[in-house]
Every structure is written in C-alpha cells, then in structure tokens.
C-alpha cells in the first residue's frame, strides 16, 4: 500500500469516529499556532511521504511531496544556483515542505521577493472525505479560478493533508552584502521607507538595540553602486547574521525564549511610527514587520492588538504566552464565515488540525 492510500484510510476512518487528527513533518513548528483542540489526536506523520517529483532548473519550478526534507530542496536548489527566495525559517533540522508551506511563514528577503503564498503553483490535497484534488500547476500564467493552491499557505493544515506542492524557484543573486548603521527606531522607518522608495537592491533590513543591517543583492554592480550611495559599515560574515535572524536565533529572540517572555508578530504598513508597547522590538521588512516582547496578561495582550489594529495591522502572539484568547488576530464576521464554509467544505468532520488556526467555536 501507497502512503497516499494510508493516509486515505487513517482520514476516512477519522471522519467516520469523529477523531481529531494532527498532521506533523518533521515537528519543527509544533509549538507555532492555536492550542489544539484534542490534545490526544492520532498523528498523522507525512515524513513518508517524501521526495522531489520534477524539478528542471530551466523552468525555475519544483515540485516534490510534502514529507520531503526543506534542508535537501534547498540543497539541491543550490547545486543549480538557485533559491527559495522567500527564505522560509526551519526552526530546526527536520523541517519538511508540506510543513513550510501550511505554516506560511517567509524570511527576511520577503519584503522584496514576496510571501510563501506568492511562490506557490499548484497543490495536490487529501481532503475530509478521503479525495486527492489537484490545485493550479506548475506555470505562473495558471491563476484562472479560485486560486486554492496558495490559499494553502498558511491554512495550518486545518483544511486537508498537503500531499504534494510546486513552489516556483529564484537564481540566487550574483552579489550581495550587508550594512551596518547607528540609528534610532525613528529614524531607522524613516529611512527605510524613504530607501523603499528608491532603485536600490534592497533585499533584507532588520533593525534592533539601536543598529540597522541593511542587505543588498542583485548585479554587482547595482550593490556596489548601492553601498557607495547608502555608506554605512560592512558586515562581514553577513550570512550568518540574517540566518540568525531567520530562525529566530540572534540575542533578541534568545532573550525571549530565555526569559520565557510572549514574542508577538506584528504586521503593520511600513510606514507605521514607532509602537510604545511596552517592551523590546526587531524591527524588519522595511518596517512591516515587528517583532515585541512583552510580559502581560489578557488585558495587555487585547491592548497590543488593539493598538495594531488601529494602525491597520493584525497582531499574533507567535511563541509563549496564554493562547486561550486565540493567537491569530480575530476574523472580521463576513471573512469568518467564508471560513467556516471553506473549512465545512474541506473538512466536514473537522478532523484536521482542530483549533490550530481559530477556536474551534468560532471557525
């Protein structure tokens, strides 16, 4: 028997028991979304299901089965001078595909190369009812329809068993360096936005503790041009700063972790002023994205999302925390109940990851 036919078997005898099932890989990100409904569910384990199905480097598209390794798609991808280019975080050795993208998370070069979703072609899913569909393809013109395959991205395996996924690929760039700047969080927006703004090659920023790193890649020549305009220091070893900040090793996130302090996600318009929030930030994407520490109860966190809705944001307690109160920043009414429709029509059991996304109440 095929590991599709397994897995056919364990969901269609889920659906008729009414059993919850949590699908994991390589349980990298276990710790990331809503507290699971029934914390006893069976596990469904994908990690037999691995191994890259097509991959022609002419094409900038591969396709390979959601058990596979991320760390063997991006060597591979390397061999031929190529990347993911919205840098997906690990968070440990065993991260697979399938897992990569249900989590929907990108990495610092996000804001210049786009999101998860935007990478994703096309998906085979093993729905509530036990049927394999097919989504989209593995050519960029085939977003005709409802475009499913990328709304995958992020669902958190709450609508069905990600079987396999094409994810469109980058020539990694011909150069690359980073800059290191004394600046305030002030001033640090400011000037990513007033540089977002200009033809620079602008492929990372983080800021925090009063320094900003800035990463350009591209040609050559636009880099070095780039670094004679900006000015600024050099960072050597500059590879192993921005993989610390991609997976949530530098000082800032260590910190949190150590002092077991909620990390929050913010996603807010670039522009967006400084947050007094009470606790520390990184500061990424060119100001989209914040990264804050704070301790609190239910009261401060319902005042953190308060704050970045009101900037026109959304808010979600990433690690730690209480997640009682949810950890994704609650649905509008009309988008919560497409929702629910998309998630009766997937799932009807509702067997697939319960309440990892949303409470189940209100999903």
């Not at 697979?96 to 996000?110: D, F, K, M, Q």
């Not at 308060?306 to 950890?327: P, S």
Request: glycine fraction near 12%; charge should be neutral; proline fraction near 5%.
């Amino acid at each position: 028997m095929g590991t599709t036919e397994r897995f056919q078997e364990q969901v269609l005898a889920a659906a008729r028991d009414r059993a919850p099932l949590c699908i994991r890989g390589g349980g990298t990100k276990d710790w990331y979304g809503g507290a699971h409904a029934a914390p006893q569910a069976a596990i469904l384990d994908t990690r037999d299901h691995a191994g890259v199905v097509d991959y022609e480097p002419t094409e900038l598209v591969i396709t390979a089965r959601c058990g596979t390794p991320l760390a063997e798609i991006e060597a591979l991808l390397a061999r031929h001078n190529q990347m993911l280019a919205f840098e997906p975080p690990h968070f440990g050795a065993g991260a697979t595909v399938g897992g990569t993208v249900a989590a929907g998370l990108s990495g610092p070069r996000r804001a210049s190369s786009g999101a998860t979703r935007d990478f994703v072609l096309g998906a085979r899913l093993l729905d509530g009812k036990g049927d394999v569909l097919a989504f989209g393809g593995k050519v960029m013109k085939n977003v005709a329809g409802y475009d499913v395959s990328r709304m995958l991205a992020g669902s958190m395996g709450t609508l069905g068993l990600l079987l396999e996924v094409s994810l469109k690929v980058l020539p990694r760039p011909f150069a690359e360096a980073t800059l290191r700047f004394e600046m305030s969080e002030i001033d640090a927006i400011r000037r990513l936005n007033e540089w977002g703004g200009q033809p620079l090659p602008l492929s990372g920023s983080a800021w925090c503790g009063g320094q900003l790193a800035l990463r350009l890649s591209g040609a050559e020549a636009a880099v070095d041009a780039a670094m004679r305009l900006l000015g600024g220091e050099a960072v050597p070893d500059a590879a192993a700063f921005w993989m610390e900040v991609r997976e949530q090793r530098h000082a800032f996130f260590s910190n949190a972790m150590a002092n077991a302090a909620p990390l929050w996600r913010l996603s807010v318009p670039s522009t967006t002023g400084a947050l007094a929030l009470g606790g520390d930030q990184l500061i990424e994407w060119g100001g989209a994205q914040r990264w804050l520490r704070a301790d609190g109860d239910a009261a401060t966190a319902q005042a953190i999302r308060q704050t970045v809705q009101a900037c026109g944001g959304h808010a979600t307690l990433f690690r730690g925390g209480d997640k009682g109160g949810g950890v994704f920043q609650p649905l509008a009414p009309a988008l919560a109940r497409i929702h629910a429709r998309m998630k009766d029509a997937f799932d009807p059991a509702h067997v697939f990851n319960p309440g990892r996304l949303y409470p189940e109440s209100a999903s």
